[in-house]
């Protein structure tokens, strides 16, 4: 069974480009969350979604991050207008209800 | 509010060395323990976990106690390889709650 996946693994760009991350989570997994650690510090939550809706975005840094789950498949991370701040390791996790948390390879974020 | 505090590292071993990384928490209700695991250029992996008080938790020779009353969840292993060079994130989970608090993480270098 495939695991979590996200893609890009890297991404290079300048301040105030916009990235997207995407996640695509564990087949059958309703439940999708956003995790990221910048500079080394502790893993933070972001966001979490059960199926398409956001069931908590208390994580979210401000409003120029914006995740989606349209359908309650993948899922989309934007950041618009990308700050030297954002920078750091951007992880997904996928589970079914309450149960383990599964992680995946995260996205590395450099702005420049 | 809940949280997470890990020893800081990096923590740097000789082969074959005991093995000890602390974590202490705080949480409000009654959380579920884990430890997961970042290996060089790889994802997060739960490496154990233990859902209530004096439940230990066990995986690849790593092992941890949920202990209440000092409220710890310290990682152990008898005998580390290089293989285990790697980040461990102690963290946890209140019972009800989806979102996963996290340590600042604690580097492992393990020398031949």
């Known amino acids: 069974e495939a695991g979590v996946t996200q893609f890009p693994s890297h991404s290079v760009i300048e301040k105030g480009q916009t990235v997207t991350l995407r996640c695509d989570p564990i087949?059958?997994?309703?439940?999708l969350y956003w995790y990221r650690r910048v500079m080394g510090k502790e893993i933070k939550f972001l966001l979490h979604?059960?199926?398409?809706?956001?069931?908590?975005e208390s994580g979210m840094p401000n409003n120029r991050f914006l995740a989606e789950r349209t359908g309650g498949t993948y899922s989309t991370l934007k950041v618009q207008p990308a700050e030297l701040e954002d920078s750091g390791v951007y992880f997904c996790?996928?589970?079914?209800?309450?149960?383990?948390?599964?992680f995946g390879p995260g996205t590395r974020l450099l702005v420049l | 509010g809940d949280s997470v505090t890990q020893m800081e590292g990096p923590v740097t071993l000789s082969e074959e060395a005991f093995l000890t990384i602390n974590c202490t928490y705080t949480?409000?209700?009654?959380?579920?323990l884990f430890w997961y695991v970042q290996y060089p250029g790889e994802g997060l992996q739960l490496l154990l976990k233990?859902?209530?008080?004096?439940d230990k938790g066990s995986n690849k020779g790593f092992e941890a106690t949920y202990r209440k009353e000092t409220t710890s969840f310290h990682l152990e292993k008898g005998s580390v390889q290089v293989s285990d060079s790697a980040v461990y994130f102690c963290?946890?989970?209140?019972?009800?709650?989806?979102?996963?608090?996290f340590g600042a993480g604690t580097r492992l270098f393990v020398k031949a």
């Open positions: 996790a996928s589970s079914f209800g309450q149960e383990t948390q599964y």
């Open positions: 087949s059958g997994h309703d439940n």
């Open positions: 979604f059960v199926k398409e809706s956001k069931q908590d």
């Open positions: 949480a409000t209700g009654y959380p579920s």
């Open positions: 233990a859902t209530k008080a004096d």
């Open positions: 963290a946890l989970r209140n019972t009800g709650g989806f979102k996963t608090i």
